[in-house]
């Protein structure tokens, strides 16, 4: 959650690749390292190095939602709001942060378009 929040502050001040890099490469990063916890996964030769490694093999019911959470620099609001989802949908998360970074997505766009 505080790399989604932080990643769109960035974002929204103009840092535009530190915010692609907190979203979509440490936020999912995080979310890549429980994966095996939450989603079924297919022994299909996990590399203890790299959790990004035959990930859509590992977990192919996970490998759907890759392309909302990765859609790279020009959406970076619609990634970090994708990955929100995706965690609500796993367990519970403070409101009030949820929203925050609802509202910072929705000013992200504004200023990009």
């Known amino acids: 959650m505080t ?13 535009r690749l530190s915010g692609l890099q907190l979203v979509e490469q440490h936020a999912f990063s995080q979310l890549l390292s429980v994966l095996h916890l939450l989603e079924p996964e297919v022994d299909y030769y996990p590399d203890q190095y790299g959790n990004e ?11 759907e939602r890759f392309a909302d ?30 929203a925050e970074i609802r509202r910072l997505a929705v000013e992200c766009r504004t200023k990009n378009n």
């Open 69 to 98: 959470v990765l859609q790279g620099y020009a959406r970076v609001p619609e990634s970090a709001l994708a990955l929100l989802d995706w965690l609500e949908q796993i367990q519970s998360v403070n409101p009030a942060m949820a």
């Open 3 to 15: 790399n989604l929040y932080v990643g769109l502050c960035r974002y929204a001040r103009g840092e």
């Open 53 to 63: 490694r035959r990930a859509e093999q590992r977990f192919p019911h996970a490998q």
